[in-house]
T-cell receptor
């Protein structure tokens, strides 16, 4: 089983729609979670951290479910500019320790007019 | 503010030639440094990470090596490139104060022909 798994998509939704995708992780001791956005042929950029209580940043909402070991990203009122690949990121060791950070393979999202 | 520089942006090299990609970080001290590779349409594969000068951890056996001669400099090298070394190479940095987050350089698209 991969350490971090995502549905590769693509998710093809109309502008203005709400879209959600999940990411599962295998290490129950994982401590930190993030969503990154990557445009074609560009570097990944941090979209948002994911906190235990869930958190919202404008149209984006992130949730963490430790019992089922998954995180989710919800995008409301989607814009054409939201088209990108969304990467789930998990840090499997306690925060503050020097360790590797694991990326999922990404979920492709395409917003159509 | 912190910035990360990575060069060159694109590189075309013949099989068997050497490789040197450089990455430098400004505006922070003692960062964790990372080299990732992304094959076309695939996720990010962690190649190396470093928690300090001269300290390199390798994640996968391969044709590549990394060095950290200075606190904020990270170099990816190969003595003889293979076709399979083609890909998008990304340098990243993080600090372990608080929640560790990764920030990426703009990447190098390497084509080995």
């Amino acid at each position: 089983r991969k350490e971090v798994e995502q549905d590769p998509g693509p998710f093809n939704v109309p502008e203005g729609a709400t879209v959600a995708f999940n990411c599962t992780y295998s290490n129950s001791a994982s401590q930190s979670f993030f969503w990154y956005r990557q445009d074609c042929r560009k570097e990944p950029k941090l979209l948002m951290s994911v906190y235990s209580s869930g958190n919202e940043d404008g149209r984006f909402t992130a949730q963490l479910n430790r019992a089922s070991q998954y995180i989710s990203l919800l995008i409301r009122d989607s814009k054409l500019s939201d088209s990108a690949t969304y990467l789930c990121v998990v840090k499997p060791f306690p925060a503050g320790s020097a360790s590797k950070i694991i990326f999922g393979s990404g979920t492709r999202l395409s917003i159509r007019p | 503010s912190q910035t990360i520089h990575q060069w060159p942006a694109t590189l075309v090299q013949p099989v068997g030639s050497p490789l040197s990609l450089e990455c430098t970080v400004e505006g922070t001290s003692n960062p964790n440094l990372y080299w990732y590779r992304q094959a076309a349409g695939r996720g990010l594969q962690l190649l190396f990470y470093s928690v300090g000068i001269g300290q390199i951890s390798s994640e996968v056996p391969q044709n590549l090596s990394a060095s950290r001669p200075q606190d904020r400099q990270f170099i990816l090298s190969s003595k003889k490139l293979l076709l399979s070394d083609s890909g998008f190479y990304l340098c990243a940095w993080s600090v372990t104060r608080g929640v560790e987050k990764l920030f990426f350089g703009s990447g190098t698209q390497l084509s080995v022909l």
